[in-house]
């Protein structure tokens, strides 16, 4: 399974931004998602989650304003990211598990290959 993701941005401070990725394998029961980033030299940090039953989790730093969603099918998933700060510089992964094997103990098994989203004046 491969995770495709949209191609992030360079954008000003207070500005919104929408990242996408798609899951290139159909699965029946679809994904459950999350979008994690990491800062270079930082450890990666998930900002977004979204559970089998469609709930959704949010770190504190982006609580309020970046808002994780899926489609019907629960094959792509969607970043709605809002008031971006210069502190959300980071490449932007999205990672998923098939929805059956949602919250595996190995974590998740398929990963984007990031993208950069630089927020500055």
């Known amino acids: 399974v491969q995770l495709v993701e949209s191609t992030g941005g360079s954008v000003q401070p207070g500005d919104s931004l929408r990242l996408s990725c798609a899951a290139s394998?159909?699965?029946?029961?679809?994904?459950?998602w999350a979008w994690f980033r990491q800062i270079e030299g930082k450890e990666r940090e998930r900002v977004a989650r979204?559970?089998?039953?469609?709930?959704?989790l949010y770190s504190a730093s982006v609580q309020g304003r970046f808002s994780i969603a899926q489609d019907n099918s629960k094959m792509i998933t969607f970043l709605q990211m809002n008031d971006l700060k210069p502190d959300d510089t980071a490449k932007y992964y999205c990672?998923?598990?098939?929805?059956?094997?949602?919250?595996?103990?190995?974590?998740?098994?398929?990963w984007g290959q990031g993208t950069q989203v630089i927020v500055s004046t």
């Open positions: 979204i559970g089998a039953d469609g709930s959704t």
């Open positions: 990672a998923a598990n098939p929805l059956l094997d949602c919250y595996s103990s190995r974590g998740f098994a398929h």
């Open positions: 394998v159909y699965d029946k029961n679809g994904y459950c």
